[in-house]
């Protein structure tokens, strides 16, 4: 009898926040896939789990997916497992989930924590439409590629982010989306929970007042508002002023001339074109 694949969802922090269901698969399965067998096992060790734990990782999925689909169609049940959360939600998973059903095993959702749920449903921003967009680039003109690709969603916008990068990030934030409501969500249920709403730049400011930064990021970003055929665009949302645009600049910490040359830059405009429209010069 062929096995089945359960794809369970694990704390994102907080170990109190897996299912009485995820505990019971987790025990009864053959094996658990999960990215970091040292990390799993933390949890499994926490609830007396004692299933054996096997590498699925983004370095060995080809491979292993295979491997494991092979011992599904034997008969054996498998858990896959990120290091936190829902797995394949930016983690490792689609491919055993992909061979899998092309082998006709059944698979089985096992719902439960997701960082990019939790910190919607906290952010204070609408939540009727969201579009989850995973880590950004980890280079700046990239960023802003893709921030400039999104910027028109009428949906909030989602990101994970990490420690090292999340100021740079947010100074990218504010190029493209200036007045635009932000909020992050850091070390979600965890100890150092915490939520900071505002403009991308006044939470850059907060963080790069900090002697150090920490934990992990989720990144929210306010819907673009819906335009009614012919109405013009709102000032700080898709299209803003020039003058929005320098001080928003100037927030970032730039000297007025340089806000002016990068919104010139930005806007394909010369940089007297816009002094002038800015400063009535």
Do not use: W
């Not at 299912?19 to 999960?34: G, M, Q, S, V, Y």
């Not at 998973?93 to 997701?114: C, F, H, N, Q, T």
């Not at 003109?141 to 690709?149: K, M, P």
């Amino acid at each position: 009898m062929t096995g089945k694949l359960y794809i369970v969802a694990t704390p994102i922090g907080n170990l109190e926040d897996i299912t009485l269901r995820a505990i019971r698969i987790l025990k009864e399965c053959d094996f658990i896939a999960c990215e970091d067998t040292r990390q799993t096992r933390k949890l499994l060790e926490h609830f007396g789990i004692t299933t054996p734990a096997v590498s699925y990782h983004e370095h060995n999925e080809a491979a292993r997916a295979a491997e494991l689909v092979g011992k599904m169609e034997e008969g054996s049940n498998i858990a896959l497992v990120s290091d936190a959360g829902t797995p394949l939600v930016s983690d490792p998973g689609y491919r055993l989930v992909r061979a899998a059903i092309d082998a006709g095993i059944a698979v089985i959702p096992i719902p439960g924590p997701s960082a990019a749920l939790s910190a919607l449903s906290a952010a204070g921003l609408p939540s009727d439409a969201f579009r989850f967009c995973g880590f950004l680039p980890p280079k700046s003109s990239q960023r802003r590629r893709v921030l400039e690709d999104v910027k028109a969603e009428t949906a909030t916008l989602i990101f994970y982010e990490t420690p090292h990068r999340i100021i740079d990030a947010l100074k990218d934030i504010a190029a493209v989306m200036p007045l635009r409501p932000v909020a992050i969500a850091r070390e979600l249920t965890k100890i150092h929970e915490e939520f900071l709403r505002g403009t991308a730049s006044e939470i850059r400011e907060i963080l790069a007042a900090r002697p150090s930064v920490k934990g992990e990021f989720t990144v929210l970003i306010g819907k673009a508002p819906e335009k009614k055929a012919g109405e013009a665009a709102v000032p700080g949302e898709t299209e803003i002023s020039l003058q929005d645009a320098v001080q928003a600049a100037e927030k970032e910490g730039l000297s007025h001339m340089d806000s002016i040359k990068r919104v010139a830059r930005e806007r394909g405009l010369g940089k007297r074109d816009v002094y002038r429209e800015v400063d009535g010069g």
